[in-house]
């Protein structure tokens, strides 16, 4: 094998595809998945050291590049690539060049963000996307594809439906790369929609009691700037929407007291050290943490009319949901090649797509009936 791993092109299929940031927690999953699928992917990242030494793990090609080098340039690399799956983080750093390589070498481009920012990126490339030939679709993980189902699966059954929250308990610890994206965030503060604008909110403005299972307790859950503050928008049109996530009492007050703070937590010595302490205490959950937990999403529209229509949804945990869903994603537009442009998960998939995934239930609606409180 070469440096770049070039030697073993000649073996992949047809259509190669390309795994950018595979070495990562959450990229490395995927990749042993997509191997153990029969397919092969090209391993590509910036560290030539840590691609080599996946690679030939996984007897598999690897390219080491980084998306800091000029446009077309990038768009040389992936010049022979039919799509990117982009699971490299913070990705309001690696999405918009890696999305502007895949607009010039014809690629399709995909990633498993949950950054509002980056939706609003990948949607505004849709014109580009179509006359590149491309797709773009952002968020096929955790972060969008439940919520997003849940999202337009309640829309389809209530047309006029005015307002939406959605709500998910996630199980088991975060990796080091969702720590990080984190903590990149607290400096933006909260994000909801209101009228069909995205409005800059406090942290943990508010605070709602949800009951995510059927005979379950309700739980406290707290708002959060979750990618759904632009992916649903753009599967529903709502203009008005929250998303919330389960969270101790105890969380939601320190949420509160890092509002007062805030100013600081954008400064670069104080990110510096919140991620160092993140690269030396998370190392992400074992395979058997991730397959012992469950996660579970919650949904709510109302309409105009006052109709108020529910839905749950259980998955398996949030980084099985990424590793497969992500890899569904792959091998459809592998298989088949869409209508160019951008999409949310569920209009690329299907509503139904997340039902079809390991340990996934069907979406359970069901009229309001629970006396849930409000928020506060």
């Not at 690897?62 to 010049?79: G, I, T, Y």
Request: charged share 30%.
């Amino acid at each position: 094998m070469s440096a770049d791993g070039s030697d073993n092109e000649e073996n992949m299929t047809e259509k190669l595809w390309m795994i950018y940031g595979s070495y990562g927690y959450t990229g490395e999953l995927i990749a042993r998945e997509a191997k153990s699928r029969g397919l092969s992917p090209v391993l590509a990242g910036r560290n030539p050291e840590k691609l080599e030494k996946l690679a030939r793990e996984l007897e598999l090609s690897f390219r080491a590049f980084s998306l800091e080098e000029e446009k077309n340039v990038l768009a040389d690399r992936l010049k022979d690539v039919e799509l990117v799956l982009n699971c490299a983080g913070p990705f309001s750093a690696t999405a918009k060049p890696m999305m502007e390589g895949c607009l010039h070498s014809g690629s399709h481009y995909l990633d498993i963000t949950g950054e509002i920012s980056v939706f609003r990126e990948a949607h505004a490339r849709h014109r580009k996307a179509e006359a590149a030939g491309i797709v773009i679709c952002s968020g096929v993980g955790f972060d969008v594809i439940p919520t997003d189902a849940v999202a337009a699966t309640l829309k389809a059954k209530v047309s006029d439906a005015r307002s939406l929250a959605l709500a998910f308990e996630g199980g088991g610890r975060m990796s080091p790369g969702t720590s990080k994206t984190s903590v990149e965030s607290l400096k933006e503060g909260g994000k909801i929609r209101e009228n069909g604008v995205i409005r800059s909110v406090p942290l943990a403005y508010k605070i709602r009691k949800i009951r995510f299972e059927e005979e379950g307790e309700f739980r406290n859950a707290v708002t959060i700037p979750w990618g759904d503050i632009a992916t649903a928008y753009y599967s529903t049109g709502i203009g008005d929407i929250r998303v919330f996530m389960s969270s101790s009492r105890g969380m939601i007050r320190r949420m509160k007291m890092m509002q007062r703070f805030r100013f600081l937590l954008g400064l670069g010595p104080v990110q510096r050290f919140m991620k160092a302490r993140i690269e030396k205490r998370i190392k992400g959950p074992s395979e058997e943490e991730r397959k012992g937990s469950r996660s579970h999403v919650w949904g709510e529209v109302k309409s105009d009319s006052g109709y108020v229509l529910q839905a749950r949804l259980t998955t398996a945990n949030g980084y099985e949901v990424t590793v497969h869903g992500s890899l569904g994603v792959v091998e459809r537009l592998l298989e088949k090649r869409p209508e160019p442009g951008y999409y949310t998960p569920s209009q690329l998939m299907g509503k139904d797509f997340v039902t079809t995934l390991p340990g996934s239930s069907k979406i359970r609606l069901m009229e309001k009936s629970d006396r849930e409180q409000g928020d506060n």
